[in-house]
């Protein structure tokens, strides 16, 4: 699918919402983005501040804010959901397990019923619970909905290893799974640098490559957490990992990223969301790759899959409380 007008919706312009649109703006992904928030002034000051930043910029992007009228995202192509409240993980991601998945059942509903047939990346957390809910509540087929998942993780694990070896992040291939929250996994036996596994290079140079994986693993399950406890928020890597996945899908790009999809046998799972690295183009998540792990890794990624399908429990447990 070709876009000649590549319109985006955002949902919660807290932290995250701003810093997705700001990235989009500035790569020039987006012609229209619209921006949403139950606090409609908040969503119309989000909406100033980056049509001013388009002033300096090559490409013009109109910034639209539709607060409550969750109709007009019908219009958009993808839909970024970034709406919660970010003060309840202040100990852990499940501390907006209800809230996050109540707030998105009082808006998808209503964009799906408006006759939306793009795409959603959710950010909200618990991110694969949410996404799930998502998809669900969309009516679209599975392959439209996807979560930024470890995505950032992901992000984290390449920034220590790119700490420690003194090379580039883009030269690191390496990927959290499962996940993006305590349980996750990184996948120390796959990561490669040059082509060559990391293991390879450890025993061939050591000083640089002989570091342990438990230590950036710690780096890409908690480096949320380094930022979080500091400035209680992150927001510029999510903003751009949401954003990057929007890019995929209007440009068609066949990206391998990893992200939070809809898993159909892969590691012997199916039917729930959980992160593994996946390619991401025109028809969103167009195809899902299963790594090869290590028994261990193994053993905690399927670990981290029903954890997130007993959360997912948990909040059908509560909706049908509250109905
Ligand atoms: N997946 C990730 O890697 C990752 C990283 C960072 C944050 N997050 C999650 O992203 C979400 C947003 O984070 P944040 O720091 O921007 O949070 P925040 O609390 O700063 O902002 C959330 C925004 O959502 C809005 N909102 C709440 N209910 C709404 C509704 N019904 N409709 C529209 N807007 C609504 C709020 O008014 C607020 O502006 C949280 O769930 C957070 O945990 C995920």
Redesign the pocket.
């Known amino acids: 699918m070709t876009y000649d007008v590549v319109k985006i919706g955002i ?7 701003p810093h997705a649109a700001s990235a989009l703006i500035n790569w020039g992904v987006a012609d229209v983005i619209y921006v ?4 409609e002034k ?1 969503a119309q000051a989000e909406q100033l501040d980056l049509m001013d930043s388009t002033a300096f910029l090559p490409r013009p992007t109109r910034v639209i804010s539709v607060g ?1 009228d969750y109709e007009v995202l019908a219009r958009a192509d993808v839909i970024i959901n ?6 309840k ?1 202040a100990t852990n ?1 499940d501390g ?1 397990l209800y809230g ?1 998945t109540d ?1 998105a059942r ?2 998808v509903g209503r964009i799906a019923a408006a006759g939306f047939e793009g795409f959603w990346i959710n ?3 618990p ?1 694969d619970v949410v996404t799930r809910l998502v998809h669900e509540l969309s009516g679209l087929p599975s392959n439209h909905v996807l ?2 998942g470890t995505s ?1 993780d992901s992000a984290r694990l390449r920034r220590a290893i790119s700490q420690r070896t003194g090379l580039s992040i883009q030269s690191i291939d390496a990927y959290m799974l499962g996940e ?1 929250g305590a349980s996750e996994v990184a996948a120390f036996s796959q990561v490669s640098i040059a082509g060559k596994p990391l293991a390879e290079l450890a025993v061939e140079r050591p000083g640089r490559f002989g570091f342990s994986g438990d230590d950036v693993e710690r780096d890409g399950l908690n480096g ?1 957490y380094d930022i979080y406890n500091t400035k209680h ?3 510029y890597g ?1 903003g751009a ?1 949401a954003a990057r996945l929007a890019a995929a899908i209007v440009r068609g790009e066949r990206t391998v990223l990893p992200a939070s999809v809809y898993l159909c046998g892969q590691y012997g799972q199916s039917g729930f969301y959980i992160s593994t690295p996946a390619v991401i183009g025109a028809d969103g998540v167009e195809d899902i790759y299963e790594l090869r792990l290590t028994d261990t890794e193994r053993e905690r990624f399927l670990a981290s899959c029903d954890k997130v399908k007993h959360n997912y429990e948990l909040v059908r447990d509560h909706a049908a409380r509250a109905s």
């Open positions: 949902v919660g312009m807290g932290h995250v919402g949403s928030d139950i606090d908040k409550a970034a709406a919660g409240d970010i003060t993980v991601r907006e996050t707030i009082t808006f950010v909200s957390n991110c979560g930024t950032l993006h949320g928020c992150t927001e999510i990992a």
